[in-house]
């Protein structure tokens, strides 16, 4: 792949890299696509526990990301590596953050259960 630096291309170039950037037609865009939908759904997953346990505001944000940062490190790994690394994750934003271990519990086994059924 050759890289041309933005200050030597015509405006037509920029245009069409940029009109492709828009329309997602650059490879990696499904993937990314695909991610950002992943991450809505988990958050859709959780939000009813946060509902439940009266949970607005700021905090709402750091469970969140406590879910997003789970997900990410679990979605490809195998069950017994999901479960220690869950264990890992609470502990940190239990510690780090001062969130509640039950809801963060509650959290981890909702995602869990989403990627192994069984």
Do not use: C, W
């Not at 940029?18 to 993937?31: A, C, D, P, S």
């Not at 934003?93 to 969130?99: G, P």
Request: no cysteine; aromatic share 10%; charged share 35%.
């Amino acid at each position: 792949m050759i890289v041309i630096p933005l200050y030597k291309m015509s405006k037509d170039e920029l245009e069409k890299i940029l009109k492709g950037r828009i329309n997602g037609e650059f490879e990696g865009e499904g993937n990314q696509k695909r991610l950002r939908d992943e991450l809505k759904a988990v958050h859709e997953m959780i939000r009813p526990i946060l509902d439940k346990h009266g949970i607005y505001g700021y905090d709402r944000g750091k469970y969140h990301g406590f879910a997003q940062s789970l997900y990410y490190r679990i979605r490809n790994k195998s069950r017994i590596e999901v479960m220690r690394i869950a264990e890992m994750r609470i502990s940190y934003f239990k510690h780090v953050h001062r969130l509640d271990e039950e809801i963060l519990k509650e959290i981890a086994q909702t995602i869990v259960s989403s990627l192994f059924p069984f």
